[in-house]
């Protein structure tokens, strides 16, 4: 078992790595000093996988818990959504002392603490994140938020949970695809901040792909404490967090482009890794060639390098939208070397059209 602190003073919270810890869910909960009611907000995927476990164990340990259901995927993750979960804390007389518990990925940890932000203006917010991309990123730091037709997480806010608790069991249950693009963000990791790191993932993607537990543990875990460490510099995304984006802002738009639909939230980030990566090579002294390594090791981990069907105008529309926009200029997450990230702003336009085109008709 792996503990991680956040330490963030009266916000600080645990972030418990251990295989077996779904079965534990209403004993953690109940530990965590919250009311009796719990309202559990899961997929259709994360409620049949897991939402008996999780129901039972928190009425075993004493809470009153139940659970709504959304549908899977990115178009859930709305204030549609959102609706839909605050409904169900109504319906089941959920008061300020109690908890919305997100069981699921991404999505649904998005938007079960955009609802706890929200609801009654605040309520606890548990993290038991069920998927790679959830556990290694998403369910770490307190970002919560809804999407909306014109772009990728523009309305929410910064909520940190009380907890997180992640089972890397949960992971034997991913189809290939979602296991696939959890690794796009464990590759990030690496690429801004350990070169030693991207080059063991590099190194051992067979190994990895097969679900190793002892590596999907160390993964897990070396992830939750850079994130951490990043959280607890700079909480709200004013400075060095920012560099954890490397890789979302040509990612959320080729998300945005697709209608949510076309490509998971890793496999943008993928794409857009490849598009700063080039944009890297003109402008910020990356070494020549590293954008093919990087296409080459995606494609270890099963992931799109191109796509077609989509222009670079329509991207750079969606791009002007992204919230990481300052007075205009979008600032880009760069490499100086793998391992070392920066941001640069004012990019020339036409740089990143060329660097679009690593992406661009090809797949």
Sequence with gaps: MENITVNLSERSYDIIVESGSLKKIGSWAANLSLGRQVLVVADENSARLFGAVALENLQAAGLVATMTVLPAGEASKTLAGADQVFAAAIRAGLDRTGAVLALGGGVIGDLAGFAAATYLRGVAFLQVPTTLLSQVDSSVGGKVAVNHSLGKNLIGAFYQPRGVLIDPVSLQSLPEREFCSGMAEVLKYGLIADAAFFSGLAQNARVIMRRD???????????????????????????????????????????????????????????????????????????????????????????????????????????????????????????????????????????????LQVILGVG
Excluded at 224 to 230: F, I, L, P, Q, S
Aim: glycine share 12%; charged share 20%; hydrophobic share 40%.
């Design 213 to 355: 537990m002892g590596q999907l543990e160390q993964i897990i875990a070396k992830c939750c404490r850079m994130k951490a460490g990043y959280v607890e510099q700079d909480e709200h995304d004013n400075g060095v967090r920012i560099l954890l984006n490397f890789g979302h802002t040509a990612g959320h738009a080729l998300e945005a482009a697709g209608g949510f639909k076309l490509f998971t939230h890793g496999e943008g980030v993928a794409m857009g890794m490849l598009v700063a990566a080039r944009l890297s090579e003109l402008h910020a002294g990356l070494p020549a060639g590293t954008v093919d390594r990087l296409r080459d090791v995606l494609a270890d981990y099963h992931l799109p390098v191109g796509v077609s069907g989509i222009s670079s105008d329509k991207l750079v529309e969606y791009m002007g939208n992204d919230k990481k926009r300052e007075a205009g200029n979008i600032r880009w997450v760069v490499l100086g070397q793998v391992g070392r990230a920066e941001t640069l702003q004012a990019i020339p336009a036409e740089s990143v059209k060329q660097a």
